[in-house]
Nanobody, 134 residues
Framework: QVHLVESGGGLVQAGDSLTLSCLVS????????MAWFHQAPGQEREFVAA????????SVADSRQGRFTISRDSAKNTVSLQMNSLKLEDTGVYYC???????????????????????????WGQGAQVTVAS
């Protein structure tokens, strides 16, 4: 059982930066992949970024390329999402998710495709609200 707790959400102005953190507890090792998803009001949950716990392989959604960065600190058991140049459409709840995926990034293309599916993640945090105001 993996337990995920997000923090760092809040109200910011458009153009500001914000960093979300996900504290991970439970049996997690290099075979796991962590991800962030965003859910705007009335919308489906969408992929934002993913990272392998062991090798640091990362992937960021095209819509966030150049603005968002995902990282992990295995010593602190955290996964972070650095968000820069925030836009109004970034408003919503951000969820941390985890899935067991041994050898997943050996085929980078397959890993990227698989990590974008919210239904493939069995473990989720409670979410962190981010509101971007104009």
């Amino acid at each position: 059982q993996v337990h995920l707790v997000e923090s760092g959400g809040g109200l910011v102005q458009a153009g500001d930066s914000l960093t979300l953190s996900c504290l991970v507890s439970g049996r997690i090792d290099s075979t796991w992949t962590m991800a962030w998803f965003h859910q705007a009001p009335g919308q489906e949950r969408e992929f934002v970024a993913a990272i392998t716990w062991g090798g640091g392989t990362t992937s960021v959604a095209d819509s966030r390329q150049g603005r968002f960065t995902i990282s992990r600190d295995s010593a602190k058991n955290t996964v972070s999402l650095q968000m820069n140049s925030l836009k109004l459409e970034d408003t919503g709840v951000y969820y941390c998710a985890a899935r067991y995926m041994p050898g997943g990034d050996r085929n980078l293309g397959r890993w990227k495709a698989a990590t974008r599916l919210p239904t493939s993640y069995p473990d989720w945090g409670q979410g962190a609200q981010v509101t971007v105001a104009s």
